[in-house]
């Protein structure tokens, strides 16, 4: 059983216009915009791009809240210079100390901008359950923001797969070195078959899929494009529905840490090697160079737009802040 429902395209996504709060993009009934920030791989910039963006759209207005879906090993509130022990977090909505997730929420230095807290290894959390994780999932639809930018942890466990393709936009950050891309279409493919198990869920096709996806190497169905091609072909009734929900998985890159011109171009090169042979359509949005500043603004405990606003990184990331706004 799938934990995500087909994420909404959101129809009136907020528009970059000067801060206004009361001009309230999304009005209090209506859900906010969630992005999550993914990419399989540890260390490549998820956080600081997460932190970053939030800081960026809490920057022009909108009401923002920033969560760390880290369950061991979360560090997104040393970005934003807050104190990360002693406070509540997401375990504690998790597991019933608190009430709402809004609850979680605390506030940052950053007006309009709250955070909700990952938790680290040692205080012995769990990874959430099935229904927690569930549960999570509905309750960030609730909160009062324009935007819910999640930030994932390393890896493609299940849950973090979930949360990823459980967003209305889709970040997928890698690096130009070669682990990473390897990590970053690894992490494509379990996403694009998540989507794909979402759509068919409870349909005659919902097992083809499933047994496909388990056998795909001895099936040779090397893409997940090969995956859809086969359900064409046993389930043609279904074929139709699904390439439709499958087209709105539009995913976009980043490409962080680019050192070269060389570097730059790479990201058009695994946007097209995705449409071919994974019939994804990856959008690539944008890059951000690798600018000392960003880790000076680690060690600051202060987001880069906001200690070196004139960076070459900080520049980077308020234009994919503006395409992501202005698609
Ligand atoms: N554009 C950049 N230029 C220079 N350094 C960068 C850049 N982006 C990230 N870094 C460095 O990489 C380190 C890792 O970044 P970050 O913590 O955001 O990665 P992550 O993907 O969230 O890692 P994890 O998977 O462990 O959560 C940071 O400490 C930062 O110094
Ligand atoms: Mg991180």
């Known amino acids: 059983m799938t934990l995500i429902g087909t994420p909404r395209r959101s129809p009136a996504r907020p528009r970059l ?44 207005g909108l009401r923002v809240i920033l969560i760390d879906v880290d369950f061991g090993g979360a560090n997104l509130h040393t970005c934003l210079g807050v104190r990360g022990s002693a406070r509540v977090n997401l375990s504690d909505y998790l597991e019933d100390r608190v009430q709402d997730l809004e609850a979680a929420a605390i506030e940052t230095s950053v007006p309009g901008l709250r955070l909700i807290l990952g938790t680290l290894g040692h205080t012995g959390t769990a990874l959430p359950t099935r ?12 909160l009062p923001a324009d935007v819910v930018v999640l930030d994932l942890a390393a890896g493609m466990d299940r849950s973090t797969v979930d949360f990823f393709v459980g967003a209305d936009e889709n970040l997928l950050v890698t690096t130009p070195e070669p682990t990473a ?20 869920q409870g349909t005659p096709a919902e097992e083809r899929v499933k047994e496909a996806w388990a056998e795909r190497d001895e099936r040779g169905l090397r893409a997940p494009a090969d ?31 680019v050192r070269t011109g060389e ?28 600018d000392d500043c960003v880790w000076r603004s680690i060690k600051d405990r202060r987001a880069l737009v906001i200690a070196y606003p004139q960076s070459d990184g900080a520049l980077y990331v308020r234009q994919i802040v503006k395409k992501m706004l202005d698609n």
Request: proline share 2%; hydrophobic share 45%.
């Open 17 to 60: 216009v000067a801060a206004q709060p009361s001009s309230g993009l999304h009005s209090a009934t209506q859900s906010a915009s969630v992005w999550s920030v993914g990419g399989g791989k540890g260390g490549i910039g998820k956080s600081f791009i997460a932190s970053n963006s939030a800081t960026v759209l809490a920057r022009i």
């Open 227 to 257: 995956i859809v091609r086969e359900l064409r072909r046993s389930e043609p009734g279904e074929a139709h529905r699904v390439e439709r929900v499958l087209a709105t998985f539009q995913p976009r890159l980043v490409l962080n840490q």
């Open 131 to 142: 229904v927690q994780r569930q549960q999570f999932v509905e309750a960030i639809r609730t």
């Open 181 to 200: 891309i390897e990590n970053a279409y690894a992490f494509l493919r379990a996403s694009f078959f998540r989507r794909l198990a979402a759509a068919v």
């Open 263 to 290: 570097e730059v171009r790479l990201g058009f090169s695994i946007s097209s090697m995705c449409r071919r042979y994974f019939g994804v359509h990856l959008d690539y949005i944008g890059y951000i160079n690798y």
